[in-house]
T-cell receptor
Framework: DAKTTQPPSMDCAEGRAANLPCNHS???????VYWYRQIHSQGPQYIIH???NNETNEMASLIITEDRKSSTLILPHATLRDTAVYYC?????????????FGTGTSLTVIP | KAGVTQTPRYLIKTRGQQVTLSCSPI?????VSWYQQTPGQGLQFLFE???????NKGNFPGRFSGRQFSNSRSEMNVSTLELGDSALYLC??????????????FGPGTRLLVL
């Protein structure tokens, strides 16, 4: 069962930063926060993940609050190609299984 | 490295038939997971295979089955197809690092249409 809450949709102007929020108020100490995106009818694409520290890679930044109950994915300069559904997922560290629970995600539309 | 590949990309079947989908993971990845995506239910976990053993299973009927070969390639089979099985079937592979950070990398999917 999905353990995250995301707004169903958001708009962002091209060239501006897109800030996508995610609530995971029941997250456990050993659970990671993962972000994926899915462009229409393609396979989900991994973006970034983190445990408690903020993370940055070539695609995005992940800001996790100190209490770890929420996080924000930041796309610093959104382009039209960033239009997609963004999924926030929490996943426990486990050596006995590897499954992600995808919620309904946030549909981000980048506007020219 | 080449990404996850899935074959076929598109498939049309009729009710009652069975279908086999194939997935080749990223080289070196030992875990393969399968997901079903439909407009109504979203992305749902089917099962995961690691070292040729099913390690995890979602809430799907027994008509859905899978297996993994010694080279980590995986197949999933759906028997007695129903109209509701029309979906995008996604395969994801991940390395087994033992760190718990098992990022999954998805293939492009197989779109199955059941008539």
């Amino acid at each position: 069962d999905a353990k995250t809450t995301q707004p169903p949709s958001m708009d962002c102007a091209e060239g501006r930063a897109a800030n996508l929020p995610c609530n995971h108020s029941t997250i456990s100490g050993n659970e990671y926060v993962y972000w994926y995106r899915q462009i229409h009818s393609q396979g989900p694409q991994y973006i970034i993940h983190g445990l408690k520290n903020n993370e940055t890679n070539e695609m995005a930044s992940l800001i996790i609050t100190e209490d770890r109950k929420s996080s924000t994915l930041i796309l610093p300069h959104a382009t039209l190609r960033d239009t997609a559904v963004y999924y926030c997922i929490v996943r426990a560290r486990s050596d006995t299984g590897n499954q992600f629970y995808f919620g309904t995600g946030t549909s981000l539309t980048v506007i020219p | 490295k080449a990404g996850v590949t899935q074959t076929p990309r598109y498939l049309i079947k009729t009710r009652g038939q069975q279908v086999t989908l194939s997935c080749s993971p990223i080289s070196g990845h030992r875990s393969v997971s399968w997901y079903q995506q439909t407009p109504g239910q979203g992305l749902q976990f089917l099962f995961e295979y690691f070292s040729e053993t099913q390690r995890n299973k979602g809430n799907f009927p027994g008509r859905f089955s899978g297996r993994q070969f010694s080279n980590s390639r995986s197949e999933m089979n759906v028997s007695t197809l129903e109209l509701g099985d029309s979906a995008l079937y996604l395969c994801a592979s991940s390395p087994h690092t033992g760190t718990g950070q098992e990022t999954q990398y998805f293939g492009p999917g197989t779109r199955l249409l059941v008539l």
